[in-house]
């Protein structure tokens, strides 16, 4: 049972008051995701209903599996059969989606995974809000990975996000991460979606050779291997140990290098078209707070009531979270001295801006993991305590 | 004389040499497949062969279907993708009996209960094959591994009465020793519209053997023989006489509404919905 309705406008877009959970498998269905797997959990589980309601209208497939490694193992499935596929959920089934999505990495098998953040470790708080996956999304599956991890601080942001997670995930052959949190899961917000015509979406490479000399990871097309998906004249094996081009194993330690330096550099080479990120009134900060996900709602409003009382406060929001930003940390931590890093956890992506900005600026953490949501008041107070 | 046609169904291109060991009887099973597949006449062009991991998982590799070499106990819920993605595909799955019950024993049995049309083989060695000889989940009370270095204290599953339990439509066990029993239990699953689950008893000569004196691949496969009966000769034995005994035969032959063709019968209610939804 659905608990909004979408209307349409003059112009054919689809407008309503929703979750970001809910836009966020509006805009899947717009994205063209024909496959969701899912195991219910809080604060995830709008998402499975919504998908189950929706996707046999579209002619595409749900199926509820008996937990997250199977629900991600079957993402992996369905996807190279062809579709695209995506599942959702929450801290301890994100742990153990872990090996799959890992193995969606090694077999450049694109998939959207939705992880909304609830406070851990372990159960943790249910229904409360954190952001302490930040690591565990960059590195929660084992052995060098590569991965591609946004975070939207706003329902409509929920939307772009996941049109640029499934568009991601076919252009680079990869699984993307879009990592939420509990606060914005279950906000509502108004929406437009774009209409049809107006979706700029990225189908994956499609082999030009014949069947005969396809390759599972043909390199001769650049660093993302053309896709065939499973039923069809292409033949072709994958594998979760380390393979050549063929997807037949490999031990040859050059061609093991040759094999995880591609994977990697498909990401790596592209970092421009694949980081994103939002500055607010940067161009005359003195005090920067760099954010991510909700949180960056709390630094706008800190920035404009601390601007009234003469701070200089801008931000930065990072959209995309991994690959890090690197690039904007630094120009920013070039021109301004003082850097407030705001999330909802004892301090994890404040490593990674301390990493980026090389010293360049005075870096403090603005840290919250009570379960509660973070307000301007609370940003404000430890900007003016450090002021001393 | 049988007619060889493997070789039409191997890899043309690099994936040999094999794994397995003398004597092993992963490639028995893996014949016996290729030709229930040949039989039926289907494509290679729609046909996907998935696994997990283990010794018996590595199969998918050698024969020219596209396949699946996926993750420990998963291979199952791999297969449950493709399937429902695409169910015009012959699905047919390899997994080890650790892989397919004890790491993946939950999504054993949840196939078998969701009746999707998968066709799995477990490959039933009575031991971890790949990691050195460990206890698995059908090893027999008191017998040795690298884990039961004084006798296995657990009791080992009944893979075929786990699946009947369970809801799958069709259940069968032959032994490697049978080869052509196995070759039509798995040409019936693969036939049967439903999931289908063929055990398929198999000698490990290099480490159940190693551990328990069992012999070589040939002493292995003539004792499979041996102590191979029939469902009909099992029904008159007393549990006593049916101790060290492999009971072989088909165990479930039902017609529960398969998954995918219950998936299509919602899609057609959904539709009603969406005609309300365009309304709008
Ligand atoms: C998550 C995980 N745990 C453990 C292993 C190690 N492992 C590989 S194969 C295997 C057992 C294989 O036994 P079985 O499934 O019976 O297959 P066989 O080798 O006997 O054919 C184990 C435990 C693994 N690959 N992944
Ligand atoms: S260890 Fe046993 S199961 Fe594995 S290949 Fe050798 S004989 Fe076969
Ligand atoms: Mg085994």
Not at chain 1, 267 to 279: A, E, G, R
Not at chain 2, 58 to 79: C, E, K, M, Q, V
């Amino acid at each position: 049972m659905l608990f909004y309705k979408l209307f349409k406008d003059k112009d054919g877009r689809k407008v309503g008051f929703v979750q970001a959970n809910e836009a966020c498998i509006e805009a899947a269905l717009l994205a063209g995701m024909r496959f969701f797997a899912g195991y219910p959990i809080t604060p995830s589980s709008e998402m499975a209903s919504v998908s189950s309601e929706k996707l046999p209208m579209y002619g595409g497939k749900f199926i509820q599996m008996e937990d997250e490694i199977a629900a991600m193992t079957a993402v992996c499935g369905a996807s190279m059969a062809g579709l695209k596929a995506m599942t959702a959920t929450s801290g301890p089934g994100f742990s153990l989606k872990q090996e799959a999505i890992g193995y969606a990495a090694m077999n450049e098998i694109p998939c959207v995974i939705v992880n909304v953040q609830r406070a851990g470790p372990s159960t943790g708080l249910p229904t409360q809000v954190s952001q302490g996956d930040v690591m565990q999304a960059r590195w929660g599956t084992h052995g060098d990975h590569p991965i591609i991890v946004l975070s939207p601080s706003t329902v409509v942001e929920t939307a772009d996000l996941t049109f640029d997670a499934f568009n991601l995930a076919e252009k680079y052959r990869t699984p993307v991460i879009l990592l939420m949190d509990e606060t914005l899961a279950h906000m509502r917000e108004k929406i437009t979606l774009p209409a049809e015509n107006e979706l700029k979406l990225v189908e994956r490479k499609r082999a030009t050779v014949p069947p005969s000399d396809y390759r599972s990871f043909d390199t001769r097309f650049g660093d993302v291997p053309p896709f065939e998906p499973y039923g069809g004249k292409y033949h072709f094996h994958i594998t979760g140990l380390t393979h050549d081009e063929m997807g037949f194993p490999i031990v040859e330690p050059d061609d093991v290098v040759k094999a995880m330096d591609r994977i990697h550099r498909k990401i790596n080479n592209n970092l421009d078209d694949i980081v994103k990120v939002k500055q607010f009134q940067t161009d005359d900060a003195e005090i920067l707070l760099v954010s991510f996900g909700t949180p960056v709602r709390t630094c706008l409003g800190a920035m404009e009531i601390g601007r009234k009382e003469g701070l200089k406060i801008g931000v930065l929001q990072l959209q995309t979270i991994w690959p890090f930003p690197d690039k904007a940390v630094l120009n920013l931590a070039k021109k301004i001295g003082k850097i407030f890093v705001v999330e909802l956890n004892m301090g994890q992506i404040i490593n990674e801006v301390q990493r980026a900005s090389q010293g360049k600026s005075n870096i403090k953490g603005i840290n919250k993991y009570d379960g509660l949501f973070i307000s301007p008041d609370e940003i404000l107070s430890h900007i003016l305590e450090s002021k001393g | 004389m049988m007619e060889n046609i493997i070789h039409d169904y191997l890899r043309p291109k690099k994936s040999f040499p094999h794994v397995w060991c003398p004597g092993c009887g992963d490639g028995i099973v893996l014949n016996a497949m290729v030709r229930a597949i040949h039989s039926l006449g289907k494509s290679k062009d729609e046909v996907v062969f998935v696994s997990g991991i283990g010794c018996s998982s590595r199969a998918p590799a050698y024969t020219d279907f596209s396949s699946l070499h996926g993750i420990h106990g998963r291979a199952l819920p791999f297969a449950t993708g493709i399937k429902l993605a695409n169910p015009k595909l012959t699905v047919v799955v390899f997994s080890g009996d650790g892989d397919a019950l004890a790491i993946g024993g939950n999504h054993f049995i949840h196939a078998c209960r969701r009746n999707i049309d998968i066709t799995v083989v477990v490959i039933n060695n009575n031991i971890y094959g790949m990691t050195g000889g460990q206890a698995s989940p059908t090893m027999p009370t008191g017998a040795y591994g690298a884990t039961a270095p004084y006798g296995n204290l657990d009791r080992p599953f009944d893979v075929c009465k786990l699946a009947a339990a369970a809801g799958a439509n069709y259940v069968a066990r032959a032994t490697a020793f049978q080869f052509f029993q196995l070759e039509k239990c798995i040409k019936e699953g693969i036939e049967k519209k439903g999931f289908s689950v063929i055990e398929a008893v198999t000698p490990c000569p290099s480490l159940y053997s190693f551990f328990n004196n069992t012999g070589r691949g040939v002493d292995m496969l003539k004792k499979l023989r041996d102590r191979a009966v029939t469902t009909q000769k099992a029904a008159t034995l007393s549990p006593a006489e049916l101790e060290d005994k492999i009971v072989t035969g088909v165990f479930a032959n039902e017609n529960f509404r398969e998954y995918c063709a219950g998936y299509a019968e919602l899609v057609e209610k959904a539709e009603r919905s969406k005609k309300n939804e365009e309304s709008l």
